[in-house]
């Protein structure tokens, strides 16, 4: 049967609101039904263009009756309240990341959405990349031998971020780690069960109130170790994002804020090199043959031997490939969601549990935090 018609209120419609909401729409049987927002010329032209009624006050997408989801795009302190509104007005909600600014709200909210049966996540749409799903390929099975360390490096870029933007602001936006860390922290929490951190920094813009960079490590099972740096200080065009998992056999790197390029470097058999081709059906092979001077290796005291050594090459970090990439995971992200409304029991690949775990890392980096001024 094919799912009744879901109506969605939004409240809030900034710079990735306006990127996210075509998805959302054309991910589903659904129609916009409302919207709160500030008075833009932006906004004046999509809603007419969708022939919807603006109303400014939230309040009134709440109670509205025609309204079953609501979409909350705002900054993060207003999460809790609006996302708590809803929920108790019986609508399902899909907040931006973060869930909110305390844990404990956090665990609220997800008991109150449980209690009620309604849909509340937050949205990672970085589980929905190809990227990641083959990468968790290679950890589950074992392609590159076990994890050892990995690095999350993003240099961000601040030309939209005037001084006075609500971003720089720890009361608004939580800081760095908690508005913006809570996507990688799910994504390795995804590939490796939530870590704990062992040490963490923030680091303040000399002669500056604005904390533009933080930096943590985070230990997963096994002793492995992930460095997370996160700094917001580049102009628009070196905007970057670099992602290293280095295993017992290799490594795999990743460029694009939505990986879009990856190179895996590594000693492996006949048959993991096909399973390799297999998840990433666009690569390349750069190097494929027996180490040199012998086929037998050692690696953290094992004996290796019968590998190959390969080097493969996959994606672009093209911004055409990197825009059709970040809208496709948009709209499975949407998609896997809302299908959950019509079955409820339906195995999401994000759930609130996610946003839960990972605003608990985010915290705990924030927290135990050196600062340097």
Not at 16 to 26: Q, V, W
Not at 228 to 247: I, K, N
Not at 324 to 338: E, G, H, I, P, V
């Amino acid at each position: 049967m094919e799912q009744a018609q879901i109506g969605i209120g939004m409240i809030g419609y900034g710079h990735f609101a306006h990127y996210a909401l075509p998805e959302l729409l054309a991910a589903a049987n659904t129609k916009l039904i409302a919207v709160s927002a500030g008075k833009s010329a932006q906004t004046d032209e999509f809603l007419n263009q969708r022939g919807v009624k603006e109303f400014v006050d939230p309040k009134l997408i709440f109670g509205h009756p025609e309204v079953d989801l609501i979409y909350i795009a705002t900054p993060p302190f207003l999460h809790y309240p609006q996302a708590n509104q809803a929920l108790r007005n019986g609508k399902h909600v899909i907040v931006e990341k973060p869930i909110c600014l305390k844990y404990g709200q956090a665990k609220k909210l997800k008991k109150l959405a449980e209690r009620r049966n309604l849909l509340f996540v937050t949205n990672f749409l970085q589980r929905y990349t190809p990227t990641y799903r083959a990468l968790e390929n290679i950890f589950q099975e074992g392609l590159l031998g076990p994890f050892i360390h990995g690095y999350f490096e993003n240099y961000g870029s601040d030309g939209g971020l005037g001084p006075d933007h609500w971003f720089w602001d720890r009361r608004a936006s939580g800081g760095i780690f908690v508005e913006h860390g809570v996507h990688f922290f799910d994504m390795f929490n995804g590939w490796l069960g939530d870590g704990s951190v062992v040490a963490a920094e923030r680091l303040h813009r000399p002669k500056s109130n604005i904390e533009d960079q933080v930096a943590c490590a985070v230990k997963y099972s096994g002793n492995a170790i992930v460095n997370f740096y996160h700094g917001f200080h580049q102009a628009a065009l070196l905007d970057r994002q670099e992602l290293r998992l280095v295993f017992e056999r290799g490594d795999v790197r990743c460029g694009g804020w939505i990986p879009t390029e990856t190179t895996i470097e590594g000693l492996l058999s006949p048959s993991e090199i096909e399973r390799l081709k297999t998840l990433f059906p666009d690569s390349s092979i750069v190097k494929f043959q027996f180490p040199a001077g012998s086929s037998e290796v050692m690696a953290r005291g094992h004996h290796l031997k019968g590998l190959k050594h390969l080097i493969l090459k996959s994606g672009s970090l093209e911004a055409s490939i990197k825009d059709s990439t970040y809208r496709q995971a948009l709209r499975d992200f949407f998609t896997d969601q809302l299908k959950w409304i019509g079955d409820r029991k339906r195995q999401r690949q994000v759930s609130a549990a996610n946003a839960v775990a990972a605003l608990k890392t985010a915290l705990e980096a924030d927290s135990t935090a050196k600062i340097f001024r």
